[in-house]
């Protein structure tokens, strides 16, 4: 088809969808292919791109005084034909253009439109690159294209595969689907959607191929059996399909063979929209078909200039394809010889369009006709701003400007890739810098209804967005899904690990594969299929479930527990006793067993016990630091001046027994009063100097140890220096000993001047309880270990209230004729 014109556009459309080569000899003339089954769809492709052009021309605001011709030719579904127009359109070999003396002029063509598939793009793009002619093709989307390198010229109005694919790597995050099997052509659309769609979704992290099968262009039966077979037993429930019409068609006819149900069908923008397989063979397995569509547009006045297409216009350069498309829509022909039996009916070219049921003018899914529409504005559009240039201030050498007179395909290319403007549907055209269009799908739902009408419903889009990223917009209400549950279907190799859970990889299969292993003690996971567990901080610890990490629980020795209240109760039972006596001691002062053996050490002796008791609270309670520093300070002291009394004793008895033999008196003067408050003092000041460096030195304190339990906290209070806390106990221990083995010599002194059995049994007592005290000590975890040590200084402290100072409350109170000085020298003389 031609239509001349000032400047004339090219057209590579699929007019008719196959051909037939003759057999070629050396003997006989080349004969040219023969062009059969006529496309419909294409046809109206060709027309849309010969309506824009009457449009642009009739417009007085675009490309005022000049007008576009068009040149339009036929691939016939074949690379060599289309290749041939394609040359044919740049060369000028099928029409005469006339030229200067100098052999410059305008060219054949200054654009062209096309071409419909992608591997004819890429033949036709890189030998029409070299004369740096524009191609703006309107369906071919294989990402290869958009290498600048290898085609610099080629520009597009249908988003790359490279859009594409991320699109449905969106549908398939959007539903969840991570484990899909991929179906494409064996051509350079498929095998480049193949590769891209695999790096893509590895990196998106979205899902894992099942497999991936190349459909063969050819009809092979056993190849196709083989996948079919493959789709069946496969444990992936969703199809991607990439691919044409043709292959479409072969593999649904092994799929109703096999019957091969429950999958769900994703189609690409080569088929979403394809009517051939709309039908009631093939619906009940494609129901339910998500696809991705072209953008749909709506071109006014399209309608009407198809309804006034007829055969017996006078436009010649219309008239042949216009025959053979008035001939296959009405069933006739306009030559009769073209019947073989002569009976067919004869065109009469009166027919009338309306009346006949056909999808040529069905244009509420315009989709390539939309991207033709726009790529032929580009074109003119390109053309307007050039031909609007101000001489000086263009953009080539010199700051010149083109001229009608010599335009130059490769000065178009430089205001194509510039080119901006919107559609009257509302849509902006522009190009980025690798000659693509800005990406935009529609989101295609296949439904059959219950009459057997089948609708091919909009349920939703997807754009690149600011970020330029891809943004999915579904109304999920919309879509039908051809299942019982009548809900999407769940298709994973393996499922979501849980929170609390991590993936374990399966052997030799794809990552998608994979086993869920519960996290550790200690450790968590808080969302869907974690690649690894993380440990807790060290203040927390994992929930039983794995999917949280809880604040450890505290331990200490507390008021509140059973434990603590039972210590805490015999502490201060023992301190009330302290008082009770000291009371009793008090009012019966001047008795002569409360007066026998230094009162007031005696008096002295219980003030240290009652501390001793009291004292014992201090390792009650959370740790803090004050109470970490006082608790052994007050301990080692309290109990050195209690020993010191007892010690001090023990030697006041042995000197008065001494005393008491002839020539023994001297000695007396070495356990005065003075002398007994002397020693205790500085007895206990040794004990107050060492606490003092320790604290110095290495003071305690309060620790979190989680040492002991995984799961929880021991609030304890560190020592700070063993050395410190071994003397402190060394200390008290040598003055124990001391006392134990003066009081062990003296046991069977007379009764009237001894205490010395008394002290021998309590400090049998003390020294019992603090040497189990070291092992018990060191094996008591946690709160126990304090607990122990409370348990000991109680222990002890009774152990010395009861021995030293019960026999002496028996005798007060119950028996108070004994507590006479005549009394206590007559059992000294017995004795």
């Given amino acids: 088809m031609h239509k001349p014109g000032d400047v004339v556009l090219g057209g590579l459309f699929e007019v008719h969808y196959t051909s037939v080569f003759p057999e070629q000899t050396f003997t006989t003339e080349p004969q040219q292919p023969i062009c059969k089954g006529f496309d419909t769809l ?211 006819e092994e799929v109703v063979s096999q019957n091969v149900t429950g999958r769900q069908w994703i189609a690409s923008e080569a088929w979403t929209s394809a009517s051939v397989l709309q039908t009631p063979h093939f619906m009940p397995y494609l129901s339910g078909t998500l696809g991705i569509a072209i953008r749909r547009g709506e071109i006014p006045g399209l309608r009407d200039f198809l309804l006034h297409l007829s055969p017996e216009q006078n436009d010649n350069s219309r008239h042949n394809m216009v025959r053979q498309f008035w001939e296959h829509t009405f069933q006739c022909k306009f030559d009769p010889a073209d019947w073989m039996d002569n009976e067919g009916a004869i065109c009469t070219g009166e027919e009338d369009i309306k009346g006949v049921e056909t999808e040529f003018l069905d244009l509420s899914n315009l989709r390539p006709e939309y991207n033709v529409y726009k790529a032929v504005y580009a074109l003119a559009y390109a053309l307007n701003d050039m031909l609007q240039c101000e001489p000086m201030r263009g953009p080539f050498r010199g700051h010149s400007c083109a001229n009608l007179q010599n335009l130059e395909p490769w000065q178009l290319v430089h205001y194509l890739q510039k080119v901006n403007f919107s559609t009257p549907f509302g849509d902006q055209v522009s190009f980025d810098e690798n000659g693509d269009a800005l990406p935009i799908y529609d989101v295609m739902n296949w439904l059959w209804l219950p009459g057997g009408h089948i609708e091919v419903q909009n349920v939703g889009e997807v754009r690149r967005s600011a970020s330029r990223s891809e943004e999915l917009i579904l109304d999920e209400n919309k879509i039908f899904w051809n299942f019982e549950s009548k809900e999407p279907p769940r298709s994973v190799c393996s499922e979501s690990c849980p929170p609390g859970t991590r993936i374990a990889r399966k052997k030799g299969q794809p990552e998608c594969c994979f086993n869920c292993i519960a996290c550790s003690e200690g450790k968590i996971s808080n969302r869907e299929n974690s690649l690894e567990c993380v440990s807790c901080p060290e203040d927390f610890w994992s929930s039983p479930q794995r999917d949280r990490c809880a604040p450890k629980k505290t331990e200490f020795l507390s008021y509140h527990e059973p434990l603590g209240i039972c210590l805490t109760t015999t502490s201060l039972l023992g301190t009330c006793i302290c008082a009770v006596v000291l009371g009793i001691f008090t009012y019966h002062r001047r008795t002569p067993i409360v007066r026998a053996n230094n009162s007031e050490l005696s008096f002295l002796l219980l ?121 402190l106990m060394g200390y008290i221990g040598i003055l124990a000993i001391l006392s134990f083995l003066l009081a062990f010599l003296a046991r069977n002194l007379p009764n009237n001047f001894n205490e010395a059995k008394l002290i021998t049994f309590s400090m049998l007592i003390f020294c019992a309880v603090w040497v189990a005290f070291v092992p018990a000590y060191i094996n008591s975890p946690g709160k126990y270990a304090d607990a122990v040590e409370v348990f000991a200084i109680l222990a002890s402290s009774f152990g010395l209230l009861l021995a030293l100072f019960g026999p002496k409350c028996y005798i007060i109170l119950l028996r108070p004729e004994r507590n006479t000085k005549k009394a206590i020298m007559t059992r000294g003389m017995r004795s």
């Fill in 607 to 727: 003030v240290s016990l009652k501390l001793c008791f009291l004292c014992s609270l201090l390792f009650i309670g959370q740790p803090r630091l004050w109470t970490c520093q006082l608790r052994h300070a007050a301990f080692g002291i309290s109990f050195v001046l209690c020993v010191s009394c007892i010690l001090v004793k023990t030697m006041v008895v042995l000197a008065v027994f001494k005393a008491s033999k002839p020539g023994g008196g001297a000695s007396l003067k070495w356990f005065g009063a003075m002398q007994q408050r002397g020693t205790v003092l500085v007895l206990t000041c040794i004990q107050a100097a060492i606490c003092t460096a320790w604290l110095v030195s290495a003071s305690p304190t309060p620790h979190k140890n989680t040492q002991y339990h995984n799961d929880k906290i021991i609030y304890e209070c560190l020592v700070g220096s063993t050395i410190g806390f071994a003397v």
């Fill in 42 to 252: 294409g046809f109206r492709h060709a027309m849309t791109m010969a309506f824009a052009i009457e449009e642009i021309n009739k417009n007085s605001n675009l490309l005022p005084n000049v007008t576009l011709g068009y040149s339009i030719y036929d691939n016939c579904g074949a690379l060599v034909i289309g290749f041939s127009g394609a040359l044919s359109l740049v060369s000028g070999r099928d029409k005469q253009f006339p030229l200067q003396e100098n052999c410059s002029g305008t060219p054949p063509v200054l654009g062209i439109v096309g071409d419909h598939y992608s591997t004819f793009s890429i033949a036709i793009a890189n030998v029409l690159g070299l004369y740096k002619m524009s191609i703006v093709s309107y369906f071919a989307t294989c990402s290869c294209l958009s290498d600048r390198q290898r085609f610099p010229t080629f520009f597009r109005t249908i988003p790359s595969d490279a859009f594409q694919v991320r699109a449905m790597i969106q549908i398939l995050k959007h539903f969840g689907w991570t484990w899909v099997g991929l179906l494409v052509s064996d051509d350079d659309y498929g095998l480049h959607v193949a590769q891209s769609f695999q790096s893509d979704l590895v990196m998106s992290g979205g899902g894992c191929l099942a497999y991936v099968e190349v459909l063969p262009w050819d009809s092979d039966p056993g190849e196709l059996r083989r996948i079919v077979h493959l789709i069946n037993t496969s444990t992936a429930r969703v199809v991607i399909v990439f691919a044409h019409e043709i292959h479409m068609i072969q593999l649904m």
